[in-house]
């Protein structure tokens, strides 16, 4: 059974970081790029971060970038998402993603889902 399993969301001050993971079973892991995407109530699902199977070739998009750190340890099956200096506006479920070949940062490319962590941040 593919599973993908997101952990690590909560409630944190704005400022404070959360460490996401994304541990992933059923599939050939190493061969799969990763997103986390997220989506905030009444918002549409945003991609946040990817990262490549091969090389590990990281994208972010601009609301992220330089406050949060993807990576990933095949050998745990696992993808992480490091975010700091997190803002009332990174509140959002957060999702992880797996696609077959190359990253991509449209949500419709991704094979594999998990269900969500909700991350809170609060002012």
């Known amino acids: 059974e593919v599973q993908l399993v997101e952990s690590g969301g909560g409630l944190v001050q704005a400022g404070g970081s959360l460490r996401l993971s994304c541990v992933a079973s059923?599939?050939?892991?190493?061969?799969?790029?990763v997103g986390w995407f997220r989506q905030a109530p009444g918002k549409d699902l945003e991609g946040i971060s990817c990262i490549n199977s091969a090389d590990g070739y990281t994208v972010y998009a601009d609301s992220v970038k330089g406050r949060f750190t993807i990576s990933r340890d095949d050998a745990k099956n696992t993808v992480y998402l490091q975010m700091n200096n997190l803002k009332p506006e990174d509140t959002a479920v957060y999702y992880c993603a797996a696609k077959v070949g190359p990253l991509a940062t449209i949500h419709h490319s991704y094979n594999y889902w998990g269900q969500g962590t909700q991350v809170t941040v609060s002012s």
């Open positions: 059923g599939f050939g892991f190493g061969d799969y790029a």
